[in-house]
Each structure stands twice: as C-alpha cells, then as structure tokens.
C-alpha cells in the first residue's frame, strides 16, 4: 500500500523533498497505527469448527484459497497464541460454556467472526439444543452469512476484519 499524505496538513517540505524522502524508504506514522498494521498482519485464528462450515474455513486455509497471504497460515490449537476465533457452525447449549471459556483464555486484543447462518442466528435449527446466536456468549466483530459460507466469503469477513483493527488503532 502506497504512502498516502493527508491534504491539509503541511510538513514544511515541498512535493518533491517528501517524494524524495520517500524513494529513500523513510516512512513516518504514529505508534498506534504502526501496532494496528502489524495486529492486522498477523493474526492467528483459533480452531473452533463445529459443523459443516468448519470444512469451507479448512477449505480456506489450504492451497487453493491461501489465508497465508494475510498473515494467517497458522491455525493455533491452543487459544492462548490466537486472536481470532472463528465460530464455524451451530453452537449446542453444552458447547456455549466451552466457547466461552476459550473465548476468555485469548490474549487481548481478540476479536471473533461469526461464520454461516448457524453460528449467526441458529439457522433453521430454531430448538431448545441450540444456541440462537454466538454473540449471545462472546461478542461478534464480524458476520459471515450464508450456509455453508464458501470461503471466498470467509476471506472477505477477514478482509473487512482487517479494515476494522486497521481503523482502531488502540494500545493497551
């Protein structure tokens, strides 16, 4: 992504001085952004497949369609080394507290997408197993419709997860 210089601001140097200063390889930001570029590019999704949409989030992650472009070739086990977690299929009443506990032994900052109808809404499993909804357990940054969702739409949810921390920009 190029440098883009913000209109209005004046940095006391001529077009050609900050062209040439950025051919150099000089780049100036803020901490935060710098810290938001970096989370962005290197998150680590936790394993949390459930149902039928945990193969399109496998199908994903293989050679085909290549999340490692993004930084994220690393589908972490243990939910203390990943910041994403991806809720992949229906949740049962009994597997709501371990999503829940996972959820809490993330490091912050983490986030969580919400992948397929079911892991959205319930689906068309409208019963008293399952739960209507995952942000009803950990709050949702980002939903992925469909059933399955193919992973081209989980790769979008990403991108737009992406777009997200970019814009946050937070330190903690």
Not at 78 to 92: C, E, F
Not at 95 to 123: F, H, N, T
Not at 127 to 149: A, E, F, H, R, S
């Amino acid at each position: 992504m190029p440098v883009q210089r913000v209109s209005g601001v004046q940095l006391g140097r001529s077009e050609d001085e900050l062209r040439e200063e950025a051919e150099r390889g000089v780049l100036t930001t803020t901490v935060g952004k710098a810290v938001a570029w970096a989370r962005k590019n290197s998150m680590w999704p936790a394993t949390f497949g459930l149902a039928c949409c945990a193969i399109e989030m496998m199908a994903a992650g293989a050679a085909h369609y290549d999340l490692a472009r993004w930084g994220m070739e690393i589908f972490r086990a243990s939910p203390r080394q990943a910041d994403l977690m991806i809720v992949a299929g229906r949740v049962s009443q009994k597997m709501g507290p371990v999503l829940r506990q996972i959820y809490d032994q993330m490091p912050e900052p983490k986030w969580v997408i919400s992948m397929g109808v079911c892991a959205s809404s319930g689906g068309m499993f409208n019963n008293y197993g399952l739960i209507q909804g995952v942000d009803t357990i950990v709050p949702v940054d980002i939903y992925v419709p469909g059933c399955p969702p193919r992973p081209e739409m989980l790769m979008y949810g990403i991108l737009r997860l992406h777009e997200k921390v970019q814009r946050e920009a937070r330190l903690k």
